[in-house]
T-cell receptor, first 121, second 114 residues
């Protein structure tokens, strides 16, 4: 299957700083990427969807000014957690597909990155 | 709206035991159903899927049958191995006409002892 990487795999930062997480599709063009947040022993919560060339669509309750998403190219999306606080500590996972989201297309398999563990002190 | 309910874990088994992880769903349309697996410290991998009623998805010895009448998609394996220890997520997506972004269950942790 296709490969999606994330960098860094884990990061520890001080409260008030900003952290950038990269998500790359290594062997396919990802026209759509998703960012999820996973709390311990809980399921994945979709944060936002980004189609290449357009602004990200955020899920209800997710602060777009807090979690900045940039789909910079067909192989790279970044999530920046601005002014991070301890409650932002979580496991962040990206995924990518080669189709466009929220259209009447047959399901395209999502390929998930390995995740980034963020700890805010 | 759509939702997925999985049995709570952890499920603890001895090697070579039979595995069942229950999953039921509610959906407004005719969803596709999926099982994902997450090994420790890793992202999710698609394990198997079924796109219509009575379809059976299978992979690596795991199976699940799409049961429309009971709105279920239970995951089974006849003989588990220690390497199967992971968290398993049931999910659905509901095309066409709606977003096909999956709705995930809460996940069920499987621990297999030698």
């Amino acid at each position: 299957g296709a490969v999606v990487s994330q960098h860094p795999s884990r990061v520890i930062c001080k409260s008030g700083t900003s952290v950038k997480i990269e998500c790359r599709s290594l062997d396919f063009q990802a026209t759509t990427m998703f960012w999820y947040r996973q709390f311990p022993k809980q399921s994945l919560m979709l944060m936002a969807t980004s189609n290449e060339g357009s602004k990200a669509t955020y899920e209800q309750g997710v602060e777009k000014d807090k979690f900045l998403i940039n789909h910079a190219s067909l192989t790279l999306s970044t999530l920046t957690v601005t002014s991070a606080h301890p409650e932002d500590s979580s496991f962040y996972i990206c995924s990518a597909i080669s189709g466009r989201a929220r259209t009447n297309h047959p399901y395209n398999e999502q390929f998930f990155g390995p995740g980034t563990r963020l700890t805010v002190l | 709206g759509n939702s997925v309910t999985q049995m709570e874990g952890p499920v603890t088994l001895s090697e070579e035991a039979f595995l069942t992880i229950n999953c039921t769903y509610t959906a407004t349309g005719y969803p596709s159903l999926f099982w994902y697996v997450q090994y420790p410290g890793e992202g999710l991998q698609l394990l198997l899927k079924a796109t219509k009623a009575d379809d059976k998805g299978s992979n690596k010895g795991f199976e699940a049958t799409y049961r429309k009448e009971t709105t279920s998609f239970h995951l089974e394996k006849g003989s588990v191995q220690v390497s199967d220890s992971a968290v398993y997520f049931c999910a659905l997506s509901d095309p066409p006409g709606g977003s096909y972004i999956p709705t995930f269950g809460r996940g069920t942790s499987l621990i297999v002892h030698p």
